[in-house]
């Protein structure tokens, strides 16, 4: 089974920064997208970010791009989305998810970790 798990969410002044994880399962990195998605309670979930082992490329939406790095130990089986210069805009639940290459829907979701950015 497709498993993914998020986590690393906290507390974190404005300006800081937050190291998240996905620890991932059950399926062939070479055949799968990773991405990172955000929802705001009571609004839609926005795609963030995504990596592709395949032919390592990285993605990233423009309300985050220049601050927010994705990585990985594919041999870890761990995908990273690193956030630097945090602002109380980027506080939402992020979650991270899987989506097999050449197919435009992510259908593996792993539970979300709620990042706060406050001071």
């Known amino acids: 089974d497709v498993q993914l798990q998020a986590s690393g969410g906290g507390l974190v002044q404005p300006g800081g920064s937050l190291r998240l994880s996905c620890h991932a399962s059950?399926?062939?990195?070479?055949?799968?997208?990773i991405g990172w998605f955000r929802q705001v309670p009571g609004k839609e979930r926005h795609w963030v970010s995504c990596?592709?082992?395949?032919?390592?490329?990285?993605l990233y939406s423009e309300d985050i791009e220049g601050r927010f790095t994705v990585s990985a130990v594919f041999s870890e089986n761990t995908v990273y989305l690193r956030m630097n210069n945090l602002k109380p805009e980027d506080t939402a639940v992020y979650y991270c998810?899987?989506?097999?290459?050449?197919?435009?829907?992510?259908?593996?979701w792993g539970q979300g970790t709620l990042v706060t950015v406050s001071s």
């Open positions: 998810a899987a989506r097999e290459i050449g197919n435009t829907q992510y259908d593996y």
């Open positions: 059950g399926f062939e990195f070479d055949e799968f997208v």
């Open positions: 990596i592709e082992k395949a032919d390592g490329r990285t």
